[in-house]
């Protein structure tokens, strides 16, 4: 069993940066992936960034590149997402997710993370 616990959301300003992080409680599965999420009220789930958890190759939305940098400790099995120049339209719960090696590009979709944190609100003011 793998538990996801995120931390760090809040209400800010826009331009301001927030720090998420996601501790991972359990083995994480040889070359798989940890992802970001958002989701905004009546929206439908989008990815945020993702990391491979065995290079460290990264992967961001087109939405938030050059903004938000996902990275790794290894040691303290954390993922963190760091988010800089918020903006109203970044508000939403924000999840991690991991599971089992995935390919073709679904690292970027839901269906391709089999364990989910509880989320955290991240709410930007203008």
């Known amino acids: 069993q793998v538990q996801l616990v995120e931390s760090g959301g809040g209400l800010v300003q826009t331009g301001d940066s927030l720090r998420l992080s996601c501790v991972i409680r359990?083995?994480?599965?040889?070359?798989?992936?940890v992802g970001w999420f958002r989701q905004a009220p009546a929206k439908d789930r989008e990815f945020v960034a993702t990391?491979?958890?065995?290079?460290?190759?990264?992967v961001y939305a087109d939405a938030v590149k050059g903004r938000f940098t996902i990275s790794r400790d290894g040691a303290e099995n954390t993922v963190y997402l760091q988010m800089n120049g918020l903006k109203p339209e970044d508000t939403a719960v924000y999840y991690c997710?991991?599971?089992?090696?995935?390919?073709?590009?679904?690292?970027?979709?839901?269906?391709?993370?089999?364990?989910w944190g509880q989320g955290t609100q991240v709410t930007v003011s203008s």
């Open positions: 997710a991991t599971g089992p090696p995935v390919y073709g590009g679904n690292y970027a979709r839901p269906s391709g993370y089999y364990f």
């Open positions: 990391i491979h958890w065995t290079d460290g190759d990264t």
């Open positions: 359990g083995t994480i599965f040889d070359n798989g992936h």
